[in-house]
């Protein structure tokens, strides 16, 4: 069974970015559990790479919708229990494909970024699209980014602070993370990353700008391996996903 037969979600590519919709839900039940980050709320805070760029770019054509989170475990009642009984959040990331340019050469679309409260884990399974996971270790110089696309799933170790962004098209995500979590955006805010992952449309190439602020990042970029068999095992092995989740680096 696939991943998105297994969450029941389906999944249409529009232009460049993906739509999603929680099979067997009405608008209004799968909106209360959504929630929008726009562009202006990220320059605002400092959290990308070019807050000018940004700003321009909303001036020029109005403030985007950079991705949407769709809180599964808060209305779908089997995704509900299996997060009661293991204490695991499952979240849908949605992010829109996007540069932060007039140019179209620019910061591509990711998401605020963060890290965890508690010292726990989290995975990201990429269900439709292309990714780049981008995290680092406060107090190490080292920032990893992983390239993802379908099928691809990512561990990431208690303590990184964590972001992802668009591919050369957008990307949906499943995301488990224990609620015990936490969410602590301090970490980011009037910060960014050591790296921002930057695109030239017309050239189609991908770089990476070091951001002032960490004098002394290095960047080691990787491929994905695959599948942890992640979604699976939440369905059928919720107590061992857990322990997955509390695993260090
Ligand atoms: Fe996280």
């Not at 993906?18 to 009405?26: A, C, M």
Request: hydrophobic share 40%; glycine share 10%.
């Amino acid at each position: 069974m696939e991943d998105t037969d297994l969450l029941e979600v389906s999944i249409w590519k529009q232009g460049k970015s993906y739509l999603v919709k929680p099979r067997g839900f009405g608008a209004d039940a799968v909106a209360s559990a959504t929630w929008k980050r726009t562009l202006a709320k990220m320059a605002q805070d400092r959290v990308i790479f070019d807050q000018a760029a940004g700003k321009e770019l909303i001036e020029k054509k109005g403030d985007p919708i950079v991705y949407e989170v769709i809180n599964l475990w808060k209305f779908a009642p089997k995704i509900a229990e299996l997060g009661r009984k293991s204490g695991i959040a499952c979240d849908l990331t949605i992010i829109n494909y996007g540069v932060i340019s007039t140019s179209g050469n620019g910061e591509l679309f990711c998401t605020y970024g963060h890290g965890h409260e508690k010292r726990l884990g989290e995975i990201y399974s990429v269900l439709a699209g292309k990714a780049s996971l981008i995290m680092y270790l406060p107090g190490s110089n080292l920032t990893r980014v992983v390239r993802m696309g379908k099928g691809d799933e990512c561990y990431i170790p208690p303590d990184w602070v964590h972001r992802t962004c668009c591919g050369d098209e957008g990307v949906v995500l499943a995301g488990f993370v224990p609620h015990a979590a936490g969410h602590d955006y301090e970490a980011v805010r009037a910060l960014g990353f050591p790296y921002h992952v930057f695109y030239d449309e017309k050239g189609g190439k991908v770089s990476y700008k070091r951001n002032p602020r960490f004098e002394n990042a290095s960047l080691e970029t990787v491929d994905a391996e695959g599948s942890l068999g992640a979604v699976k095992k939440f369905f059928t092995e919720p107590l061992e996903l857990k322990r997955m989740l509390e695993k260090e680096a």
